[in-house]
């Protein structure tokens, strides 16, 4: 079983950047695909960004590919998203979490706590 911890999330102004954090501990992570979601106000919790256990294969959401870049780092247990020209509707609660692979969008692990994101216009 993977603990999940995630961090970084903050208000932001509309165009800026962020990059969150996902602290995994337990001895799987490293062999698992691992995801980004998110949860606006109101709406279901979607899919963002998957990485598998390597790093070399990602999978995006179209509403932020081409803006937000996921990447892990194996050795520290952690995985992180890079979101770049934030926009107001990428305000949400972001969570990790474990996924069956890439192109997975169900989650396997108990959700943590997330990070609150905020972008003003």
């Not at 509309?14 to 602290?23: D, N």
């Not at 992570?29 to 109101?42: D, E, H, I």
């Not at 081409?66 to 934030?86: P, Q």
């Amino acid at each position: 079983q993977v603990h999940l911890e995630e961090s970084g999330g903050g208000l932001v102004q509309a165009g800026g950047s962020l990059r969150l954090s996902c602290a995994a501990s337990g001895r799987t992570f490293s062999s698992s695909a691992m995801g980004w979601f998110r949860q606006a106000p109101g709406k279901e919790r979607e899919k963002v960004a998957t990485i598998n256990w390597s790093g070399a294969v990602t999978s995006y959401a179209d509403s932020v590919r081409g803006r937000f870049t996921i990447s892990r780092d194996n050795a520290k247990n952690t995985v992180y998203l890079r979101m770049n020209s934030l926009k107001p509707e990428d305000t949400a609660v972001y969570y990790c979490n474990v996924v069956g692979s890439v192109i997975a969008t169900t989650p396997l692990g108990s959700w943590g706590q997330g990070t609150q994101v905020t972008v003003s216009s």
